[in-house]
T-cell receptor, first 113, second 111 residues
């Protein structure tokens, strides 16, 4: 068990570019969550998967955001046409179904310039 | 939407002092959790509470799930410098495992 791994740890991108982040959950965990955290705030729910199915998406997740979890293992979060307001820490977490105390990764800090 | 009000926003205390922070909501939650986050890292789970009225300890940390299911508190006894960080409460109310987080309490400990 190596914990939840996120890549990259930091990403600086120009406004209008597309970015993709990867999350590798704890191997036996069937649920995977994406959260976004801005400075001075708690994490905000974006979306979650159970196995490969995306079961819920927040209204925060605009059309420019898309997440996938092919084969129910790792997940990717893509942001198209980035805007300065997308600058945040993007956190991934995983758990077993029915458990709230999930494990977070270290996050990907996105800066849009 | 659901919101959690966490207080205080920040605390600056002397090493050895006890600390108390709380979280309130206008909505009922089935689960309350407390996380700690250090700079540049993701939140780490400290305590999970699953029943109204439940009191749970983890070392020097004690947390309680309020009877009304709308609040929770976290106590840290005999604080030490490594307790420094941001403490978040989080509530869960659905089968999805989705959590609503408070705004955090920043704790600083003076040696």
């Amino acid at each position: 068990d190596t914990g939840v791994s996120q890549d990259p740890r930091h990403k600086i991108t120009k406004r209008g570019q597309n970015v993709t982040f990867r999350c590798d959950p704890i191997s036996e965990h069937n649920r995977l969550y994406w959260y976004r955290q801005t400075l001075g705030q708690g994490p905000e729910f974006l979306t979650y998967f159970q196995n490969e199915a995306q079961l819920e998406k927040s209204r925060l997740l605009s059309d420019r955001f898309s997440a996938e979890r092919p084969k129910g293992s790792f997940s990717t979060l893509e942001i198209q046409r980035t805007e300065q307001g997308d600058s945040a820490m993007y956190l991934c977490a995983s758990s077993l179904a029915g458990r709230y105390g999930y494990t977070f990764g270290s996050g990907t800090r996105l800066t849009v310039v | 939407g659901q919101q959690l009000n966490q207080s205080p926003q920040s605390m600056f205390i002397q090493e050895g002092e006890d600390v108390s922070m709380n979280c309130t909501s206008s909505s009922i939650f089935n689960t309350w959790l407390w996380y700690k986050q250090e700079p540049g890292e993701g939140p780490v789970l400290l305590i999970a509470l699953y029943k109204a009225g439940e009191l749970t300890s983890n070392g020097r940390l004690t947390a309680q799930f309020g009877i009304t299911r709308k609040d929770s508190f976290l106590n840290i006894s005999a604080s030490i410098p490594s307790d420094v960080g941001i403490y978040f409460c989080a509530g869960g109310s659905s089968n999805t495992g989705k959590l609503i987080f408070g705004q955090g309490t920043t704790l600083q400990v003076k040696p």
